[in-house]
C-alpha cells in the first residue's frame, strides 16, 4: 500500500476517501495521526484552500498528500455559505448549529435551490508544480425538517427530489456514487490510476 496524508480531521471524510482509494492501493492516514496541525483556510475559493491544506500536511509529513474542500452553496444565499460551510455558525465548529443557521437564514425563501461543491488537491510533495485538482457537484433542494441518520454536515437537510431522499438517508455505497465527492474522487482516480 502507498501512503498518503488526508489534510482533514473529519472523519466522515476519512471513511468516504479510505472506502474510495483502498482499491487503488492507496492507505489513507488522517493528518491527526501524523501530528499535523489544522492548516488556516484563508482563500475564498474551494481551489485555493483546498491546494493550501494539501501542500500544509505534505511539508510537514514528507508524503504525498490530499485535501478536500468542500460544502454547500445555496442559490438564495448568494452561494453562501460556501467555504465557510463548515464554520458557518462560528466555533466550535458544529453540524446542529450550521443547519439550524441555514434554515433560519432560508425562511420564507421560496427558492430552495442548493448543490454541494467538492475541490480536491492531491500533491505528490509540498512542492509539487503540477498539483491534480478534481472538482465534483451535487444538485438538490434545501428541506426545513433533517431527515436520516447517515452522512454528516448539511446531508439531513440536502434533498434529492429524484431520489425521495436525503444525502442522509442513502446508504453508504449510493451515497459514494452520486455525491460531489464521490465525482471529485472519480476524476482524481482516473489521474492516479495514470502514474502508477
Known amino acids: 500500500m502507498k501512503k ?13 476517501f479510505q472506502a474510495l482509494l483502498a482499491p487503488l492501493g492507496w ?4 493528518q491527526v495521526e501524523l501530528g499535523v496541525p489544522e492548516a488556516d483556510e484563508p482563500h475564498c475559493t474551494f481551489v485555493e484552500n483546498a ?29 453562501a455559505p460556501g467555504v465557510y460551510s463548515a464554520r458557518f455558525a462560528g466555533e466550535p465548529k458544529s453540524d446542529e ?3 439550524a443557521l441555514l434554515i433560519e437564514k432560508l425562511a420564507g425563501e421560496t427558492d430552495r435551490r442548493a448543490h454541494y461543491v467538492c475541490v480536491l488537491a492531491f500533491v505528490r510533495n509540498a512542492e509539487d508544480p503540477q498539483p491534480i485538482i478534481a472538482e465534483g457537484e451535487w444538485h438538490g433542494t434545501i428541506i426545513d425538517t433533517p431527515r436520516g441518520a447517515g452522512g454528516f454536515g448539511y446531508d439531513p437537510h440536502f434533498y434529492l427530489p429524484d431520489m ?18 464521490g465525482a471529485a474522487c472519480r476524476q482524481l482516480l482516473a489521474r492516479l490510476q495514470l502514474e502508477t
Open 51 to 79: 491546494l493550501t491544506k494539501a501542500r500544509h500536511a505534505s511539508a510537514h509529513t514528507g508524503l504525498p498528500a490530499l485535501a478536500d474542500d468542500s460544502g454547500v452553496c445555496v442559490n438564495a444565499l448568494q452561494g
Open 164 to 181: 425521495e431522499q436525503t444525502a442522509a438517508e442513502l446508504a453508504g455505497p449510493l451515497k459514494n456514487t452520486l455525491s460531489h465527492r
Open 4 to 16: 498518503l496524508v488526508l489534510a482533514s480531521n473529519n472523519t466522515g471524510k476519512l471513511r468516504e
Open 27 to 30: 492507505e489513507v492516514v488522517p
Open 97 to 99: 448549529r450550521n443547519n
